[in-house]
């Protein structure tokens, strides 16, 4: 198999850049491939706005119809509203593909595959199967054709049927006030969905960022974990006196909000807050993060009566881990935000929707919602491309290992150094492999600023030496 094919097939989902490697002849050969492995009888198929996502829908479309699949078409959708849609067809659909790359750049296309129970499928929970599929499946229609052709349906009400569903799912009372918030939708999905939602709801009064749909990305990169990309944003909060900024990624499974005072809220702190308004409703309940965590997660969970419980990065392993632990809520570094009660996948609009309720109920503002958890002093995520990334955990494990206090290696390494409430020299950090890019990350939190910038700089310059 070709490399560059081989390689599209992340931890994850399928992702490359399109249509260089993903193209036409792409789509038809995972179609032929899915249909051999899963051997589904109706399948869910939805887009995004990218340039090539209409031509790579057709490509899956009629392939999976020429070998006897029957194909509801959603058109144009968010993953949110994907995986939301799959929930709400109760077993209907045995697949559902979403064509999209998420939060890559413009020149990226991909799919997302997603069992009808609403489980994604990705390296090890059955991806790699399909890719080992891919190589040996025919792409003679002539042969791989069936008597029974596939029916093609169309779903007109998709986005009305999912939007309806969040707002109800919400509970938002009767006399929610009106609330100036600023939406940036980074030209992706969620320009899309979003004016369904604000006209359903007029009590949220928009300043609307880059609505138009547009696979170039003109305006910025939609990802709103990249402080670069919240530049707009943070100034139109400012210039309209708004309760919160909000940004949403390509195709709108992230989320991420800036305060009324245009400060950034990162995702582990969001997922503490998100969590404990969880836990009014589910007392007792698992909440769980990925970990690169802020301390100040497990210690707001567990103020709240809830147990935490560290997980995997990717919403693969999360919503697997999710299951198996019965959590209500989890979080992630890179603010994507899971539910139990939507099936435990992600939804920004919803994740809005209980921010502005809980702001109206308490009267707090979303700096106060930050501001009642421990401060503690955390680096950004930083980003190396390394070719020796074995060599790079070696040197760290070596070096930082005997010293640990607690160890966590379900991803990556996560060492952490004291316990933060009685030493006011502890610190922690988290080293781990992109799943989705030639990249190791690297997170540092301490209970001092100059202890984190230091430690930053001494780690810095261990893995500069293997790049």
């Not at 995986?83 to 659909?93: C, D, M, Q, S």
């Not at 299951?323 to 539910?339: P, T, V």
């Not at 390494?413 to 502890?426: H, I, M, N, T």
């Not at 988290?430 to 780690?459: C, D, H, Q, W, Y």
């Amino acid at each position: 198999m070709n490399q560059e094919i081989y390689t599209a097939f992340k931890a994850y989902d399928i992702r490359a850049e399109s249509p260089n490697v993903i193209d036409n002849k792409f789509a038809r050969n995972l179609g032929l491939s899915v249909a051999k492995v899963l051997k589904p009888k109706k399948v869910m198929v939805a887009k995004d706005m990218r340039l090539t996502s209409n031509n790579l829908e057709l490509a899956l479309v009629e392939t999976l119809t020429d070998v006897g699949v029957d194909v509801v078409k959603v058109g144009l959708c968010s993953t949110p509203m994907f995986n939301v849609l799959l929930g709400l067809a109760n077993g209907e659909f045995d697949l559902g593909i979403m064509v999209t790359a998420s939060h890559n750049p413009g020149i990226y296309n991909g799919f997302k595959l997603t069992r009808g129970d609403c489980l994604p499928i990705g390296l090890g929970s059955g991806l790699e199967t399909i890719r080992d599929a891919y190589e040996t499946v025919s792409t003679n229609y002539a042969s791989a054709r069936i008597k029974h052709v596939g029916k093609v349906i169309e779903d007109a009400e998709a986005l009305d049927r999912y939007v309806d569903f969040i707002i109800q799912k919400a509970a938002l009372p009767d006399n929610m006030p009106d609330m100036n918030i600023v939406i940036d939708a980074g030209n992706g999905m969620s320009g899309f969905v979003m004016p369904k939602l604000l006209e359903k709801l007029p009590w949220i009064k928009s300043n609307n960022l880059y609505f138009d749909l547009d696979g170039n990305f003109p305006n910025h990169e939609a990802n709103p974990l990249k402080v670069e990309t919240l530049e707009m944003l943070k100034k139109q909060v400012k210039e309209t006196g708004a309760v919160c900024g909000v940004a949403f990624d390509g195709d709108a499974d992230r989320v991420g909000f800036v305060d009324e005072n245009s400060l950034q809220i990162g995702g582990d702190i969001l997922t503490a807050i998100l969590g404990k308004i969880e836990l009014k409703k589910y007392p007792g309940g698992t909440v769980m993060c990925d970990t690169r965590y802020s301390w100040a997660v497990p210690e707001a969970i567990e103020s709240m009566g809830g147990k935490f419980e560290p997980c995997l990065v990717g919403h693969a392993n999360i919503k697997n881990a999710m299951r198996k632990n019965h959590a209500i809520f989890s979080g992630e570094l890179s603010m994507h935000f899971y539910y139990s009660e939507l099936w435990n996948v992600e939804s920004g609009d919803y994740t809005l929707l209980l921010l502005l309720k809980d702001m109206a109920q308490t009267g707090k503002k979303m700096s106060d919602l930050r501001s009642g958890l421990t401060q503690y002093f955390r680096s950004e995520e930083l980003n190396y491309t390394v070719e020796e990334k074995d060599a790079v955990f070696k040197r760290m494990i070596d070096e930082y290992k005997s010293d640990a206090t607690k160890i966590i290696d379900i991803d990556g390494l996560r060492y952490e150094f004291g316990d933060p409430k009685k030493d006011s020299q502890a610190w922690w950090f988290s080293l781990r492999s992109s799943g989705t890019e030639p990249l190791i990350r690297l997170n540092v939190e301490a209970t001092t600023k100059e202890l984190m910038e230091r430690k930053v700089a001494e780690m810095d310059k261990l893995i500069k030496k293997f790049g």
